[in-house]
């Protein structure tokens, strides 16, 4: 008997852990797919307008701001990709819905290699576009899918591997742009995220069929939801106060990172003239980022999650960032501005995270699809757009010289998102208790 218990245990296990593993390395293609597109979009649109600044409604605009208007341009965009997602979600399963994306994402992946060897303005912005819609698509379909094969308990076992792809991933991508883009360009960067993304579909369909025999599926039975596709996932995250929690996580984060970003391209844009060694800089970048992620998810994230909680490990970020913010008024400079958006990104990508998409696993399927990508879509950019209207009036008023005054306004909405912390911390370990022993639902 104790014999049978063991192998049980053990087979349990085995499967856990070849679950984890799959899903860090389809984790590990999105995020290297986005840091490959992360540098080159921002630095494809900086330069354009770097030496020639764009003119609108009246006012000038130099690459940083316009920056922050293509940012506004994603948020409208945005949108129309949260109806589309959720008119998806609604009609086909889960692997369709990642395999049409990848389809589609990639086929547009090919097009832009082809224009930006010499891009024009439609493309300077709609290659920006697409880059935010890459990672708002990618990355919300990622965890849904996670979310919706793993339970609560072993998010806390297992979503340290799996962010550990992601961190990897990002490393990687950073990596790539950063020694090649001056050697090769663009282009062949582009085309090999297309074979990312033909490895992200097959990884999909294996782990898919590896965990659809053990899951329970939900009712056939069960109602058709009336609700318009346009405004499904709000009515979810209006109706929860555990929702509207994660939204005020998402939401005080993207205000406070895109200060910080702003910044960081002020400095970069006064600071470097050359518009690949731009392309380049961001890169290198995100190799810091992606060097102290990797630090962070192997060291402290499965260990600060299991031993202290969800909730502690919600706190890494802003009480690093309230740090930042703080060293960055005293004594700004292009050094300490680096220091502060790669620490951000690197706890943002790792142990926030991680334990931030935790927060979804003791709810429903709808939640995670349909609520989450409300969340991480409309909100997000939402969000984006706030700190947007707040760095250029700042630019408007102030000047672009004193970028570092913009850390004063991080800091109050620092102290706002600390409190969310605490509160969504504690919800989780009630749900998650409440949950205990539930099989997740295949979708």
Known sequence: MLKRLQKEFFDIRRREWATALGLSFFFFLVIAVFWVLKPIKRGVLISHYAADPLQLIGATFSGAEAEQLGKVLNM???????????????RYTRLQVILLLCGLLGGAMVFFAAAIHAPTEPVVWS??????????????TFWAFANDVTRPEQSKRLYGIVGLGGVLGGFVGATFVRSYVEVVGRTPLLLGCVGAMALIAVVTYVVHHRESGTMRSEPDDAPEVSVNAAVEGARLVLSSKYLLAILGLIGLYEVVSNIVDFQLAAIVEASIQDEQ???????????ITGIGSIVVQLLVTSFVMKRFGVGVALLFLPVSILLGSIGFLLAPSLVFVVAMSASDNALNYSINQSAREALYTPTTRDIKYKAKAFIDMFVQRFAKVIAVVLNLSFAAFVGMQGVRWLSIASILVLVGWIAVVRYAGQQFEAKAEATAGESPVRG
Do not use: E
Not at 127 to 140: I, K, R, T, Y
Not at 280 to 286: I, K, Q, R, T, W
């Open 277 to 287: 060694a731009r392309d380049a800089f961001f890169g290198l970048v995100g190799q």
């Open 76 to 90: 409208i965009v945005v949108y129309a990709l949260v109806v589309g997602y959720t008119w998806l979600v609604r």
């Open 127 to 140: 290659f920006f576009v697409f880059g935010d819609m890459f990672n708002s698509l990618m990355v919300v």
